[in-house]
């Protein structure tokens, strides 16, 4: 009995899926090489998106906080003359709702009454338009 032509394609088998095996081992070792470094660059640039998106929002914050201080400091140099127009638009409020509560000064009549109301307003308005 001859075994070397058995032994033969037997070895050649065995050394055929080995080398299948090893050639399908270096793929998949390749694959997740490159997967590995895909991941390490996207990393990086969501690393660096990071810190872009953060000194953006510091950015914002800063400026945020300038404009609080603005506000602050016209408003405090506003104050005078919202206190003004607040005593103005009193005097006014007390005017209308004398006029409002004064009775028609020709019962029956509203043309009349309004055309006699404007002129007693008129009347004591100061002449030049003031």
Do not use: W
Request: glycine content about 8%; charged content about 15%; some cysteine.
């Amino acid at each position: 009995m001859n075994f070397t032509p058995n032994l033969t394609a037997g070895l050649g088998l065995a050394l055929a899926l080995s080398l299948a095996a090893n050639a399908g081992a270096g793929y998949i070792y390749l694959q997740q090489r490159d997967a590995l470094a895909v991941a390490g660059n996207n990393l990086e640039h969501k690393e660096g998106e990071t810190v872009t998106a953060r000194a953006a929002a510091d950015a914002c914050s800063a400026s945020v906080e300038a404009l609080a201080a603005s506000a602050a400091v016209m408003a405090s140099q506003l104050e005078p003359l919202r206190l003004a127009a607040q005593q103005r638009a009193g005097k006014h409020f007390a005017q209308a709702d004398k006029i409002l509560s004064t009775p028609a000064a020709v019962p029956g009549d509203a043309c009349a009454s309004a055309q006699k109301r404007v002129s007693e307003i008129l009347a004591t308005r100061p002449k030049g338009g003031g």
